[in-house]
């Protein structure tokens, strides 16, 4: 049977996404399936590579966009805004972008001996200052792009539905913002999948490991519990909406608020009338 990772699925139309994932473990591949699987795999990391670049290029366009005209009468938003907004898009932008540009002949020459896993310890490396960066600045960027909804509705007519080339999805900049925070979450099981497909005698093995405990000290020491009194640590909301709930194997059906913060996902009964509340 056709086995498919846990981080990346097709959509209906055969495409990758970087957000379509599937909440469940790995099962242990068999030493003699792994050389197989361990290709699989790859090969979906670079076509959900691929997607995320593609996202990071769309940020960048209305960056230079905005910045293009922002001296000018036509001005959409600040040069100020501008910089919070898309603070370190570029440089997560260029070491994605090297990445590919070193993954993709690999895979494109794949043996059952390719060597992968010094780029993704060069990924790591890179990206995880950054990252950091990043995290840090999210929460501004995101109250920035609200601000800047409520003062221009230019703005917000430019950024509430982007059209996406390679997939029919159509997000606003809000949510495209949140793909790299989603992205630094899934680095660490990204890398216990290809740990879990690698054989062990396999030359990629121990620095894969190695990769994976620098991918576990990033997560562990940006969310240090000894930082929960640290302003840039504080819980915040990331996204909400709602989902239709399943109970069990019947028909019935009910309607469920879900909240996703910076660390946890909550899942509350919707209430109709009186104040919302969680």
Not at 120 to 144: G, H, M, R, W
């Amino acid at each position: 049977k056709k086995r498919q990772s846990m981080l990346y699925a097709t959509n209906d139309e055969g495409s990758v996404s970087e957000d379509d994932s599937l909440d469940m473990v790995m099962p242990v591949v068999p030493e003699t399936d792994k050389t197989q699987v361990r290709k699989l795999l790859v090969t979906s990391i670079l076509h959900s590579e691929h997607a995320y670049v593609a996202s990071l290029d769309i940020l960048m366009q209305y960056m230079q966009t905005f910045r293009n005209v922002a001296h000018t009468p036509s001005a959409v938003i600040s040069t100020q805004d501008i910089d919070v907004i898309f603070f370190r898009i570029p440089e997560l932008h260029r070491i994605h972008f090297q990445f590919i540009k070193e993954l993709e002949p690999k895979v494109e020459h794949w043996t059952n001996t390719q060597q992968i896993a010094e780029q993704f310890k060069i990924l790591a490396l890179n990206e995880y200052p950054i990252a950091s960066e990043y995290l840090k600045n999210y929460q501004c960027a995101v109250d920035t792009v609200h601000k800047c909804w409520q003062e221009n509705p230019q703005f917000k007519d430019l950024t509430a539905d982007i059209q996406c080339k390679s997939t029919t999805e159509k997000p606003n900049l809000e949510e495209l913002l949140h793909k790299p925070v989603v992205r630094f979450q899934r680095n660490t099981l990204v890398l216990h999948d290809l740990i879990a497909c690698t054989p062990t005698n396999h030359a990629d093995y121990d620095l894969l490991q190695k990769t994976l405990r620098i991918a576990q000290n990033f997560l562990e020491n940006f969310q240090n519990p000894k930082d929960k009194d640290n302003p840039d640590m504080q819980r915040y909301l990331a996204k909400q909406g709602l989902i239709v709930e399943r109970i069990g194997s019947s028909a019935q059906r009910k309607l469920r608020h879900v909240f996703l913060f910076n660390d946890v996902l909550v899942c509350a009964k919707q209430r109709l009338g009186g104040k919302q509340k969680i």
